[in-house]
T-cell receptor, first 116, second 109 residues
């Protein structure tokens, strides 16, 4: 079955450490996204990529980095510069870029990061 | 700036008690309004897309409607398995999706 796989599901990090969250999709979607979800807040966009080898900052990109070397993969690195990284991270994909109108997002199951 | 406000924040219903969730929005040039369902500890699951005022879509016990300023998600005769957080999102002229904070629905048997 097609879908998005995020790993790990749970991750614990010590302060000062960088961690990388994996996101893989087999839907043949062009666009991929990373969102952060905190209790009582809406989903906030971290980074997005609408085509391979290209990505843009979202609303809360500080302290995060991404790469998009393959169509099916969009890993997110949470760096030590992110002041409050404890959150639920969601990866998503859509068939085409926002401009195309193919905007229905398919989400992964999420990764919960806790900073100790 | 595009904005989405969902109300109420939380809603408790008895099984079979119909109700509605509200999503109010301000956006420059609506391209689409989206409803998602999210179960605890999981990613959101797509329900509906609405594009223009007056449009309605249905799926089982759920019906979504759209006006120029808000959308309603009507739940008819809900069952406990309808318990979840329902998220609303809009896409406007900026092209990015903007999500509301969600409504947590609990349906008691």
């Amino acid at each position: 079955d097609g879908g998005i796989t995020q790993s790990p599901k749970y991750l614990f990090r010590k302060e000062g450490q960088n961690v990388t969250l994996s996101c893989e999709q087999n839907l043949n979607h062009d666009a991929m996204y990373w969102y952060r979800q905190d209790p009582g807040q809406g989903l906030r966009l971290i980074y997005y990529s609408q085509i391979v080898n290209d990505f843009q900052k979202g609303d809360i990109a500080e302290g995060y980095s991404v790469s998009r070397e393959k169509k099916e993969s969009f890993p997110l690195t949470v760096t030590s510069a992110q002041k409050n990284p404890t959150a639920f991270y969601l990866c998503a994909s859509s068939p085409g870029p926002w401009r195309s109108g193919a905007n229905v997002l398919t989400f992964g199951a999420g990764s919960r990061l806790t900073v100790l | 700036e595009d904005q989405v406000t969902q109300s109420p924040e939380a809603l408790r219903l008895q099984e079979g008690e119909s109700s509605s969730l509200n999503c109010s929005y301000t956006v420059s040039g609506l391209r689409g309004l989206f409803w998602y369902r999210q179960d605890p500890g999981k990613g959101p699951e797509f329900l509906f897309t609405l594009y223009s005022a007056g449009e309605e879509k249905e799926k089982e016990r759920l019906k979504a409607t759209l006006t120029k300023k808000e959308s309603f998600l009507h739940i008819t005769a809900p069952k406990p398995e309808d318990s979840a957080t329902y998220l609303c999102a809009v896409q406007g002229g900026s092209e990015k999706l903007v999500f509301g904070k969600g409504t947590k629905l609990t349906v008691n048997p």
